[in-house]
C-alpha cells in the first residue's frame, strides 16, 4: 500500500501546531514523524508525549526522530534517524526499534540504512522545496534507480504534493512524505484525499 506520511515542523504551522497536528491525525494520514530537530531533548520529549496521544487517539503510528534515549524511555518502538547518528547507535540500540528509519540521499545510503537494520528509508529531496533553498532537488530519475536497487522501501521526500505524488508512486517508492503542505494545509483531510487520488492514477 502507498502510505502518506507527515514530516512535521511546528515552525512552518499558520496556527498552534498542536491543533495543527490533530487535525493532520485525523484528516487520515498513515504514519506521522516528529521531526523538530531544532528542540533540546527534553523540550522534544515533553511535546513528543502529546503528539503520541493525538496520534493514539486518531489511530496513526508515530515516528518519533533523532533522540532514541527518549523513544525508548516513552516506550516507543518507532524511530527515525540522520544516518550519521544512526551510526552511533549499537546493534543493540537498533534492535530495540523494530520501525527503524533513516535519511537517506543515494543508492549507497540506502544500502548502509539496510545493512544497519533499518527496516525503511526515506530518500529526498526530489523536488525543488522551499525547506532547501539552492539546493538542487535529486530527481525522479534517482528515486526510480534507487527504489529499484534497495533493499528496503524508500519513501520519497521533498517538494512532493498532488501534482507530484503520481511520478513518485510510479518511480516505485513506498509512499510519499508531505511537510509543508500539511503543515500548512487549512484543511488536512481534503488535502490528504486528493493527494491518495492523484497517487492513485
Known sequence: ??????????????G????????VAAAGVDKIILREKDLPEPEYKALAIQ???????HGVECLLHSFSQTAEELGVRALHLPLPRLRELSPAERGKFPTLGASCHSLEDALEAAKLGCSYGTLGHIFPTGCKPGVP?????????????????????????????????????AGACVMSGLMQAEDPSALVRRLREEAEL
Open 51 to 57: 503528539v503520541l496521544e493525538i496520534c493514539r487517539q
Open 16 to 23: 498552534e501546531f498542536l491543533s495543527q497536528a490533530e487535525r
Open 1 to 14: 500500500m502507498f502510505e502518506i506520511v507527515c514530516v512535521t515542523a511546528r515552525k512552518l504551522c499558520k
Open 137 to 173: 532537488p535529486r530527481g525522479l530519475k534517482l528515486l526510480e534507480q534507487v527504489c529499484l536497487a534497495s533493499p528496503i522501501p524508500l519513501y520519497a521526500i521533498g517538494g512532493i504534493g498532488p501534482e507530484t505524488i503520481g511520478p513518485v508512486r510510479a518511480a516505485g517508492a
